[in-house]
T-cell receptor, first 116, second 111 residues
Framework: ETGVTQTPRHLVMGMTNKKSLKCEQH?????MYWYKQSAKKPLELMFVYSLEERVENNSVPSRFSPECPNSSHLFLHLHTLQPEDSALYLC???????????????FGAGTRLSVL | GQNIDQPTEMTATEGAIVQINCTYQ??????LFWYQQHAGEAPTFLSY????GLEEKGRFSSFLSRSKGYSYLLLKELQMKDSASYLC????????????FGKGTRLSVIA
């Protein structure tokens, strides 16, 4: 148990569906992240939120829409996805988003997404 | 550009020692992390190096040479449960850019 919980663990959706991924952290952290993990590729950073403000958007298509209503919760809203978006989506949190500290990121177990 | 290289797969025998290497080229350097990820589970933090040298934590040790852009993770007294992917990640120095990850090394421990 890492203190970061993601739901659902598995999701199958059609290309015309709208769904949301949820992440909740119980660590009192101020920064939260979305990553995409595809087979045989490195973890790809998608979005970074610090104190509920988006501080990084790594050229992610607009069919992925993040939302951070408070420092403990992070959502990823999905609409009109493509089959190539099938992947493991990981959420992480850390004390803050700065680069000058040890600032360990703690990950959730991910949502395995399949787009048909 | 930023690049992290590590072997794709390794196999080692239970009770043995294995060394997983990682080389990196990044825009600045503010620390190197190793994570362990079992299939279907969250990556979990193993170690952090920001200065040159060896950091030891039980059966696991991590080494860093900043001048060579090189790190390794050393696993001693291997156990079957150590079969997992090991991710090397580097933090650069550009503001809010958190971590750049390698593709991971899948380690299989055999009897």
């Amino acid at each position: 148990e890492t203190g970061v919980t993601q739901t659902p663990r598995h999701l199958v959706m059609g290309m015309t569906n709208k769904k949301s991924l949820k992440c909740e952290q119980h660590l009192g952290h101020n920064a939260m992240y979305w990553y995409k993990q595809s087979a045989k590729k490195p973890l790809e950073l998608m979005f970074v939120y610090s104190l509920e403000e988006r501080v990084e958007n790594n050229s992610v298509p607009s069919r992925f829409s993040p939302e951070c209503p408070n420092s403990s919760h992070l959502f990823l809203h999905l609409h009109t996805l493509q089959p190539e978006d099938s992947a493991l989506y990981l959420c992480a949190s850390s004390q803050d988003s700065g680069s000058g500290a040890k600032n360990i990121q703690y990950f959730g177990a991910g949502t395995r997404l399949s787009v048909l | 550009g930023q690049n992290i290289d590590q072997p794709t797969e390794m196999t080692a025998t239970e009770g043995a020692i294995v060394q997983i290497n990682c080389t990196y080229q990044t825009s600045g350097f503010n620390g190197l992390f190793w994570y362990q990820q079992h299939a279907g589970e969250a990556p979990t933090f193993l170690s952090y190096n920001v200065l040159d040298g060896l950091e030891e934590k039980g059966r696991f040790s991590s080494f860093l040479s900043r001048s060579k852009g090189y790190s390794y993770l050393l696993l001693k007294e291997l156990q079957m449960k150590d079969s997992a992917s090991y991710l090397c990640a580097v933090r650069g120095n550009s503001g809010n850019t958190p971590l750049v990850f390698g593709k991971g090394t899948r380690l299989s421990v055999i009897a």
